[in-house]
């Protein structure tokens, strides 16, 4: 069997470019006589991987050099706890911009830590929209703003953002980052765990601004601590080699096609086709969220029965489309489609979409 159209959410599909040269230099890394994955994370060879991923993000990205570019393990997820123990002061609090359950782990973690607000939600209607920036309500005294870019379960997408004067804007970009341009120096702080867009699971990017890393609280556990990571470069301990090194050829890829703008353009092109057939479909297929707040990266429909979703799913599967399950808390179908995914993909599955239709 040759390789499908993978609609995964996470761990997702990678670009078959970056795979093959991984598998190219599998266990023979140029010429070393050694794999990847047996290298010291100290050798030249590490130490060059290393510098070219960050340089290849600096480039794609447009990352100033006031920021700092981290490799750290522990997903997104801890994330969620760290940057709250470093940047919320003793008795201060920070607010968050709650648009989905990763959001609220988000929350939940500063809660534990330190303290977070709500300073916006749209769980009242299932997160099936995105509270529009004007509307957030902003604690002057919050040590920063937290809010998720695209919100993987419910399918919703902040791809602007606001200008807010003298605040620390952190983002969430685990399932979206690289997929279109963004003016980084918006934000203080953008973190992503890399097994949507940039590569396998068990390196999280962390992209961090000087001044908001100098706002850190001092007498964290070391390895909780950013300062620690940025002083030694990622290396303090440990990072996650091969994990980075993929994100590295991911990197790469993306810069043979095109760069972000390139990217930008496919992935608006695959999302303007699937929603045009969805909006086509006379209610057969039905989005969840509202459309000026529909994701790019992920999917969500529902249709008239869970018998026939259930249908669909798998004779799209038995055609080489997988993947396509919903998550419980939405239901239906899912379609993820991170850059990896081709064009292509699209055409097929909506081309299925359509023959589904007129036989069921
Ligand atoms: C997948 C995801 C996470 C969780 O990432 P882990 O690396 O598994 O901790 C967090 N936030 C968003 C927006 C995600 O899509």
Not at 151 to 156: E, L, Q, V
Not at 212 to 229: D, K, V
Not at 268 to 279: F, M, N, P, V
Request: charged fraction near 20%; charge should be neutral.
């Amino acid at each position: 069997m040759g390789r499908i159209f993978n609609f995964n959410p996470g761990p997702s599909t990678l670009p078959l470019a970056a795979l093959e040269k991984a598998q190219a230099e599998f266990t023979d890394y140029k010429g070393s006589g050694m794999s990847v994955l047996e290298i010291s994370h100290r050798s030249k060879d590490f130490e060059a991987i290393l510098a070219d991923t960050q340089n290849l993000l600096k480039e794609m990205l447009g990352i100033p050099d006031n920021y700092s570019i981290l490799f750290l393990g522990g997903g997104a997820s801890l994330q969620f706890a760290m940057l709250a123990m470093n940047f919320i002061p003793a008795g201060g609090s920070a607010d968050y911009v709650v648009t989905g359950e990763w959001a609220k782990r988000a929350l939940k973690e500063a809660n534990i830590v330190a303290k977070g607000r709500v300073a916006a939600s749209s769980e009242e209607r299932n997160f099936s929209y995105l509270p529009r920036a004007e509307s957030w309500d902003l604690d002057p005294a919050a040590a920063f703003v937290h809010v998720t870019s695209n919100n993987t379960i419910f399918g919703t997408q902040y791809r602007t953002f606001p200008a807010l004067k003298d605040k620390f804007l952190i983002c969430d970009m685990s399932s979206d980052i690289l997929s279109h341009r963004i003016d980084v120096s918006q934000f203080a702080m953008i973190y992503a765990g890399a097994q949507k867009n940039l590569g396998p699971a068990g390196v999280t990017l962390v992209i961090l601004r000087n001044d908001l890393a100098a706002t850190a609280r001092e007498g964290l556990p070391t390895m909780l601590s950013y300062a620690t990571h940025i002083k030694n470069n990622s290396l303090y301990n440990t990072p996650p080699c091969f994990p980075i090194y993929i994100m590295q050829l991911t990197l790469q890829w993306v810069k043979e096609i095109g760069g972000l703008a390139a990217i930008e353009k496919i992935n608006r092109d695959k999302a303007e086709l699937l929603y045009s057939t969805i909006d086509e479909s006379g209610g057969y297929y039905r989005g969840t969220v509202e459309p000026e707040s529909r994701s790019w990266m992920n999917v969500t429909i529902r249709m008239v029965s869970e018998e026939l979703e259930a249908a669909f799913i798998a004779e799209a599967k038995a055609q080489g489309l997988g993947g396509l399950k919903g998550h419980r808390s939405v239901g239906g179908i899912r379609v993820s489609m991170y850059n990896a995914m081709p064009l292509a993909g699209i055409e097929k599955l909506t081309a299925f979409m359509k023959a589904f239709k007129a036989s069921h």
